[in-house]
């Protein structure tokens, strides 16, 4: 009994960022980038810096320029380790 109490009493907390697609040419693979602002260390200036991550996008439902919620999981692939949660907002139609 005490063995099952210890094991769902430890629980890991994925990370999650929200991010612009940038690239959704591949099958079941997206790349989203993700922008923050940090502060120059010396002339306190606002810099944009820029990620991108390869994120799992399963049914394919993410399109270029959508607002989208990714979290952290296990290794998908050599460069995969993020999964595509839910679209926050949809491009606009063009």
Same mark, same amino acid.
């Given at each position: ?28 693979? #997206?790349v989203v980038s993700v922008e923050r602002l940090t502060?120059? *260390? ?6 944009? &810096?820029? =990620? +991108? ?10 399109? #270029? ?9 296990? *290794? ?6 993020? &999964?595509? =949660? +839910? ?8």
């Amino acid at each position: 009994m005490s063995e099952t109490k210890e094991a769902s009493a430890v629980v890991r907390r994925h990370q999650t960022v929200t991010g612009t697609v940038t690239s959704a040419r591949m099958a079941k693979t #997206v790349v989203v980038s993700v922008e923050r602002l940090t502060g120059h *260390p010396m002339y306190d200036r606002s810099l944009r &810096r820029t =990620r +991108r991550f390869m994120a799992h996008d399963e049914k394919g439902e993410c399109k #270029v320029g959508d607002r989208v919620l990714i979290v952290e999981t296990r *290794p998908l692939s050599k460069q995969k380790r993020w &999964r595509v =949660r +839910r679209v926050i907002n949809r491009a606009a139609a063009e």
